[in-house]
């Protein structure tokens, strides 16, 4: 099974649900946004995919610097507690497979999660090629 916490308008998140499901899965979607987190979902997947609220915290595109985020004082619980009212803080696509559980950036780090890839190239949304038409990781990816 693969799971992906998912926002519909990153571009990373759509080139990873896209690359997922070019290699064959029929991911469980969960768009984070409209359904917002737990403390225990958010505490579970940070411990796996280890990470620490801070370095899960989305700066850029997010409220994070206006709630005063990225002062060096600011702890982690309060960095938590932030992401449980503000869903956006929380840095995206986090994806869950039997191989593990990962902030899928960039988008072809979640490769690493799939025992299956696509068949043939593979282009992100931008154009730029991640996968070869021979099924194999562009260097420098």
């Known amino acids: ?9 990153c571009g990373t998140s759509r080139n990873v649900l896209r690359l997922i499901k070019a290699s064959g899965y029929e991911p469980v979607v969960i768009e ?6 737990t403390k225990p979902q958010l505490l579970a997947l940070f411990a796996a995919a280890d990470l620490t609220p801070k370095t899960a915290l989305r ?16 702890s982690d619980e309060q960095i938590l507690d932030a992401m449980l009212v503000h869903p ?5 696509p986090v994806v869950c497979t039997a191989k593990g559980v990962k902030l899928a950036r ?4 979640v490769l690493s999660l799939l ?4 068949q043939g190239a593979f282009y992100k949304e931008d154009g ?3 996968i070869d038409q021979y099924g194999k990781l562009i260097s420098g990816c």
């Open 1 to 9: 099974m693969v799971v992906i916490h998912h926002n519909p308008d």
């Open 32 to 37: 984070y946004l409209k359904s917002g987190w």
């Open 59 to 74: 700066v850029t595109k997010s409220p994070a610097k206006e709630l005063g985020l990225l002062d060096d004082n600011v």
């Open 88 to 92: 956006i803080l929380v840095n995206r």
């Open 106 to 109: 960039p988008s072809e780090a």
């Open 115 to 118: 025992d299956n890839w696509p």
């Open 128 to 130: 730029e090629m991640i």
